[in-house]
């Protein structure tokens, strides 16, 4: 399966759909997908080493955990995102430890796209595929 992630079509909000032959990488192109989405992401510098925590009920509740948290990390610190160094997933699914790299958020340099605001458990899909992993997030714009 091709790692990446592309916006798919819906009337008010943003929906994107992320891909990745495995889980850990899966995380990390749903960081850099919503990133990208909302500023110029090639304009952030590798700065600023930021480091996670996560621990939820189940897998599917990490996944939209990291993208709310990352979104706060945004909203509250102003930290835009650049890459994502490293993340460990339990073997359970209920934790994560991620490094990330990035910088404060300039409105001049990284040129803002769409306000995101949360992701939602509304048309949300993480699944396995034969070929790898997929997830469909629907966030609130």
Known sequence: MPRGWRRLAHTS???LEFTAPGLVDLFRVAAE???ASMLDREAVRSRERHELA???ED???LFLDWLREL???FETRGFALRRVESIT???DGTGLHAEFTGEPFDPARH?????VKSPTYHDYRLERMPEGWRAVVLFDV
């Open 111 to 115: 040129r803002p796209k769409l306000e």
């Open 54 to 56: 996560l621990e939820a």
């Open 71 to 73: 979104l706060f990390l």
């Open 89 to 91: 997933l339990a073997p």
């Open 33 to 35: 997908g919503l990133f």
């Open 13 to 15: 909000d943003l929906k």
């Open 59 to 61: 897998r599917d509740a």
